[in-house]
């Protein structure tokens, strides 16, 4: 069993160099989908936090690691997300994406530990996400 092993520090740097490069190109319809994504995440009638687990959560069912990657990094780093809201929004995507979700979960997983690693945060072998 395998699963796409992504370090977090090599990702970012790889993300932050391609999106440089492709802005470089200075093309105005792609300059202008960037800025879209990036406000479609600001506070509104729902909060930039919200946004980002939607945005988790669509991801995870697309199964696009780079973006869970992304998402992860943000919620975790920038918004505080913790162990168990983590594995309960993975729980979501699971139940919406299905089981061809579950090779994509262990990487999104592996991704949050090294995150919550970073920020000084334990993952509990046993989180409790039932309440």
């Known amino acids: 069993m395998s699963h796409e092993h992504m370090d977090v520090d090599e990702f970012r740097e790889a993300r932050e160099r391609a999106n440089d490069k492709i802005l470089g190109q ?19 009638a729902l909060d930039a936090t919200t946004k980002e687990w939607m945005g988790l959560v669509a991801s995870c069912v697309l199964r696009c690691n780079d973006c869970i990657a992304y998402h992860l990094d943000v919620l975790i780093t920038e918004h505080e997300a913790q162990p168990d809201e983590v594995m309960d929004a993975l729980n979501v995507a699971l ?17 949050a530990e090294q995150l919550f690693q970073e920020q000084g945060i334990e993952v509990d072998a046993d989180l409790d996400v039932d309440g």
């Open 26 to 44: 200075d093309h105005l319809g792609v300059k202008r989908f960037f800025n879209l994504d990036s406000r479609a995440y600001e506070d509104g």
């Open 95 to 111: 139940v919406v994406g299905g089981s061809i979700f579950i090779p994509h979960m262990r990487t999104a997983w592996e991704v």
